[in-house]
Nanobody, 125 residues
Framework: QVQVVESGGGLVQAGGSLRLDCTASGLTLDDFAMAWFRQVPGKEREVLSYIEWSGRIHDVDSSTRGRFTITRDDAGNRFYLQMTELKPEDTAMYYC??????????????????WGRGTQVTVSS
């Protein structure tokens, strides 16, 4: 049974940093695409960054590009989102997602098969 679990969210002041972790079990992450999304109430879930199963990285969201970095740890079967220079508008529920076997990932929620339950990030001004 595949499980994907996020951790590392919390409350941080503007300008601070957080690292979100996503740990997978029941599959080997280096055979899958993976992504980080976020969602605020009343809005659609949006992709921030994703990694193709080949390792190619796509930083999709223009508001977080240069501040957020997605990386993966194949040995640990996990991947991360390092967030720096956090702003109040980064406040959201953050989700990690894993795609299909040797898939390319993508921009849409439907490009991913396995999802974590989310971790809340709150940035105070």
């Amino acid at each position: 049974q595949v499980q994907v679990v996020e951790s590392g969210g919390g409350l941080v002041q503007a300008g601070g940093s957080l690292r979100l972790d996503c740990t997978a079990s029941g599959l080997t992450l280096d055979d899958f695409a993976m992504a980080w999304f976020r969602q605020v109430p009343g809005k659609e879930r949006e992709v921030l960054s994703y990694i193709e199963w080949s390792g190619r990285i796509h930083d999709v969201d223009s508001s977080t590009r240069g501040r957020f970095t997605i990386t993966r740890d194949d040995a640990g079967n996990r991947f991360y989102l390092q967030m720096t220079e956090l702003k109040p508008e980064d406040t959201a529920m953050y989700y990690c997602a894993v795609g299909s076997y040797r898939g390319w990932g993508g921009l849409k929620v439907t490009d991913y098969v396995f999802w974590g339950r989310g971790t809340q990030v709150t940035v105070s001004s």
